[in-house]
Structures are given as structure tokens and as C-alpha cells.
């Protein structure tokens, strides 16, 4: 059940004003491996570091 708690602050309904970024990264770390993904349902292949994670996020968003 998903109806709780309305918190009416939480989220603007449908089309807000705030411009949402499309791509919203960050890293999920599993053992010792880490992946980043993205918003957008963007994922990078598991890497063994997390520096290269970002580095693929970095790539994604194009930063
Ligand atoms: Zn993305």
C-alpha cells in the first residue's frame, strides 16, 4: 500500500516548475565491484574500481 503518508511537499504533481535533470548518476556498489547508473535507466558495465565508475557516469552525462 502506497497510500500512508501524503506528503504533498515531497513531490510536485505532474509538470513542475524545477527543472529535473535528465540524468541523475550514481554509483552502486556491489562486493567489490561498483556500476554506475542513471535516471534515465542508463547502466555501465561493472567495474573494479569505483573511480572508473565515475568515470563512465562522467562519460553518460557527458561531463
Ligand atoms: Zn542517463
Redesign the pocket.
Known sequence: MESERTDPAAEPPGTGTAPTP??T?RIAEKGSFSTAH?????YAPARRSRDKSRRDAAQ??GQ
Do not use: I, L, Q, V
Open positions: 535528465a540524468h548518476t542513471c535516471s534515465c535507466g542508463w553518460h552525462t
